[in-house]
């Protein structure tokens, strides 16, 4: 092969690489643009439709956080015995069951906004087991009365909580 040959051969596979990059370019660029246009209008179509379900998952998580407060809470759930660590377990299987019975609305929350209840459902029991664990406590109205007490010094949890979900409720409109 001589050179005259190879520049020959150079002249026509040199345009036709260039043509078949932008070629590719184009229809790859034209391709996204197809994907995003049918995203948006799948977006477009089904928000209505999920807008209703996740105000009503804000909705019960938002009721998930005013059940599980401690002022609340333990208004609500009366001991059933004096032992301060029967009630103390009694709470706790409170929280996890309210917690349980919320479980899939998760799927219409960020997961930041999720995190965040977690964190909360487990400062509240923390501070359950915390108080229980103090030796001025003696039986179950002394835990009732000392973790009500700490909610005077410190906000509960679940308030931070629920700032947090009406911050992001207020993001979505």
């Not at 690489?17 to 034209?30: E, K, P, R, S």
């Not at 005013?66 to 299987?93: F, G, M």
């Not at 509240?124 to 039986?139: C, G, L, S």
């Amino acid at each position: 092969m001589d050179s005259t040959h190879l520049i020959e051969l150079l002249s026509y596979t040199i345009p036709s690489l260039i043509t078949g990059g932008v070629a590719y370019y184009l229809f790859d660029a034209h391709f996204k643009d197809q994907q995003n246009t049918r995203r948006w209008l799948l977006q477009k179509e089904t928000k209505p439709i999920i807008l209703p379900l996740r105000l009503q998952a804000y909705e019960r998580l938002t009721l998930l956080m005013e059940r599980i407060n401690p002022s609340q809470l333990l208004v609500r759930v009366h001991p059933i015995s004096t032992d301060k660590n029967d009630y103390q377990n009694y709470l706790i299987a409170q929280i996890e069951q309210e917690f349980e019975h919320n479980l899939a609305q998760q799927i219409y929350v960020s997961a930041k906004c999720w995190s965040i209840l977690l964190t909360a459902k487990n400062a509240t029991i923390q501070m359950i087991r915390v108080a229980t664990k103090n030796e001025k406590v003696i039986d179950a109205d002394g835990l009732r009365e000392l973790v009500l007490n700490d909610l005077f010094e410190k906000t509960a949890p679940s308030s931070t909580a629920i700032a947090y979900i009406k911050d992001e409720v207020s993001e979505m409109w």
